[in-house]
Structures are given as structure tokens and as C-alpha cells.
Nanobody, 120 residues
Framework: QVHLVESGGGLVQAGGSLRLSCAASGSIFSINAMGWYRQAPGKQRELVATINSGGSTNYADSVKGRFTISRDNAKNTVYLQMLSLKPEDTAVYYC??????????????WGQGTQVTVSS
């Protein structure tokens, strides 16, 4: 069993900041990539940012320069620092991890999601 637990969402005014955290736990042998996705009402889930085991990052164009993804490999935790938030950043943010379990299974795992609401 693998669990991803997110925290840090909430309500913030435009221009404000939030920091999301996601901790992976369970029967984890190794984690390749971790990342954040988001889904706004009526829209498809979209990539926000990813980071691989070597620290290489990838960002959606809409968040470049405002969001920073980082990870603590020792804690199996990924963070998303969000600055200069805009109302269009409002969405449910989901943590994702591509990992291998001790049983040798490689798969995608998702957190339950955390709501981020940016008021204008």
C-alpha cells in the first residue's frame, strides 16, 4: 500500500502565496518522479510541475516564474511554493508520484487533492 497525503491548500487573495506539501508513505522501494497537477471546475486535469529523482524540473507555461517545485528525497516529500497567485490558479491540486514498490510494481499514485482558491 502506498499513500500520498497533501496539505497546505486554502483561500488566499490574488498576489498572495501558498505552499503545498505531499508526503508519500508505505511500501516504497524507489521514487522516480513526483509532481503536481490541478483541475479547475469544468476543465481537465493539467500538469503544473514535476521533479525527477535527479532534481530536474518541468513547469507549465502558466506557472513559470511564480511556482517552484522541490523535493526532500529522505522524507519522500514534494513541495510546491506558489507565489503571485492569480484567480485562474484556483483548482484542486493533486500530488502524483511515479514509484516502484517493494513488490516490484511500478505505478502512478495520486493524492486525494487539496483545494486552492484565489480570490480577486
Amino acid at each position: 500500500q502506498v499513500h500520498l497525503v497533501e496539505s497546505g491548500g486554502g483561500l488566499v487573495q490574488a498576489g498572495g502565496s501558498l505552499r503545498l506539501s505531499c508526503a508519500a508513505s508505505g511500501s516504497i522501494f524507489s521514487i522516480n518522479a513526483m509532481g503536481w497537477y490541478r483541475q479547475a471546475p469544468g476543465k481537465q486535469r493539467e500538469l503544473v510541475a514535476t521533479i525527477n529523482s535527479g532534481g530536474s524540473t518541468n513547469y507549465a507555461d502558466s506557472v513559470k516564474g511564480r511556482f517552484t517545485i522541490s523535493r526532500d528525497n529522505a522524507k519522500n516529500t514534494v513541495y510546491l511554493q506558489m507565489l503571485s497567485l492569480k484567480p485562474e490558479d484556483t483548482a484542486v491540486y493533486y500530488c502524483n508520484s511515479k514509484l516502484t514498490t517493494y513488490s516490484g510494481r511500478w505505478s502512478d499514485y495520486w493524492g486525494q487533492g487539496t483545494q486552492v482558491t484565489v480570490s480577486s
